[in-house]
């Protein structure tokens, strides 16, 4: 578009060919004892080349050349934004199978676990020292840990299919993912991040691009009624003039068109252009807006899901002691081993919830990098300028 803009403003060039025949051809006698001359031929055979130049006199063309501009702008921030969002996708891709790899783990422990009071169970049965009904309890707690750490490894074969879907990759490719041993914070202040994003984020550019290329083509319509100027050259062969006609023609014309009236088309695609600019308007502060809520809805899921890691990592030392106090009234004769089943079953459930607690730690980041449309969160700056700006 912006090419066929561009093109509006230079010359073109035609070729034409004309054949023509005609039912008789026309004679004419001038001396009686000389033979006829023929004015007319019965066939005629015409080329001409006509070149065009258009003198922009209104600037109406330089104005859709600068509308073509800011449209492909508005594509490529559009273009900027689908990038952003399939970063995120990536990024939450790559959490969910960390988050399945550390839930296998979790289980794996509690396998381990139940094996270990089930052997220690089944010892102290043989010694004549508990009943027969805590072995089995431990046999059926070893079940159930078995069953969870099925459905768990399912899960991480699950996350790691749909992290090759993502990166569109073969869904059998293996996956082996790295650890993110410390997690990132964030110290930038919550004003600056929404500046930032309302600056940043392509979506809001697009339409600021996009009111751009409106407000051209509104102007150029505005001048639909201006007049327009055009220098033409043209240059004919005539193959079979007759008698009285030129065999090659060249005409220079300069050509000066006035509208005059066009019952009211102009004005009535003046007013609809208006409307167009007044409704995009409208999207870029409703989506301004949009960023706005985003980007503070993210930082405050941040700080929530950081408080509830650190109350996760509270809880989970707190059933290892609780559950070691178990096992010790247990070895005293002082407690019951369902003591110990409950202890570490909620052992395993403070796990699972700190696991649950980091990923959504580090999915509420992804999404407050997609939001502020940056990936380094605490050193943003200005946004790189618009192509063409």
Avoid: W
Avoid at 323 to 352: C, M, P, S, W, Y
């Amino acid at each position: 578009r912006i090419a066929a803009a561009h093109g509006a403003l230079g010359p073109q060039v035609n070729g034409t060919g004309v054949y023509t025949r005609y039912p008789s051809a026309q004679t004419a006698q001038l001396n009686p004892d000389a033979p006829p001359i023929t004015i007319q031929p019965i066939d005629t055979r015409q080329a001409s080349i006509s070149l065009n130049l258009p003198i922009d006199i209104s600037g109406n063309l330089r104005r859709n050349v600068k509308a073509a501009q800011a449209n492909n702008r508005a594509s490529k921030e559009t273009l900027q934004a689908q990038r952003n969002q399939a970063r995120l996708s990536a990024r939450q891709a790559f959490i969910a199978v960390l988050r399945a790899a550390a839930a296998v783990g979790v289980q794996q422990q509690a396998v381990t676990d139940a094996t270990e009071n089930l052997r220690i169970q089944t010892v102290r049965f043989n010694a004549g020292a508990v009943a027969k009904v805590n072995v089995v309890r431990a046999n059926a707690q070893l079940e159930q840990a078995n069953s969870d750490l099925i459905n768990a490894q399912n899960g991480l074969q699950t996350a790691k299919e749909n992290f090759n879907n993502t990166l569109a990759r073969p869904i059998e490719t293996p996956v082996t993912l790295v650890e993110i041993e410390t997690l990132p914070d964030v110290t930038a202040d919550p004003d600056g991040l929404v500046a930032t994003a309302q600056k940043s984020r392509p979506e809001v550019r697009s339409l600021q691009d996009t009111q751009d290329a409106l407000a051209s083509s509104r102007r150029a319509l505005e001048a639909g009624q201006n007049p327009s100027l055009a220098v033409g050259i043209n240059t004919s062969r005539n193959f079979d003039p007759g008698a009285f006609g030129q065999n090659t023609t060249t005409v220079g014309t300069l050509t000066l068109n006035v509208p005059i009236f066009d019952s009211g088309i102009t004005r009535a695609r003046v007013r609809e252009a208006r409307q167009n600019e007044e409704l995009n308007r409208i999207q870029l502060q409703q989506t301004q807006l949009t960023v706005s809520l985003q980007v503070r809805q993210a930082i405050t899921n941040v700080i929530s899901a950081r408080a509830r890691l650190a109350s996760a990592q509270q809880q989970v030392q707190l059933s290892e002691e609780n559950l070691r106090i178990a096992r010790v009234r247990n070895e005293a004769g002082q407690g019951i081993f369902l003591e110990i089943v409950d202890a570490e079953t909620q052992l395993t459930q403070a796990r699972n919830t700190l696991v649950s607690a980091r990923y959504d730690y580090l999915n509420a980041y992804a999404q407050l990098q997609q939001a502020v449309g940056a990936d380094q969160i605490n050193t943003v700056g200005s946004p790189s300028p618009r192509e063409g700006k």
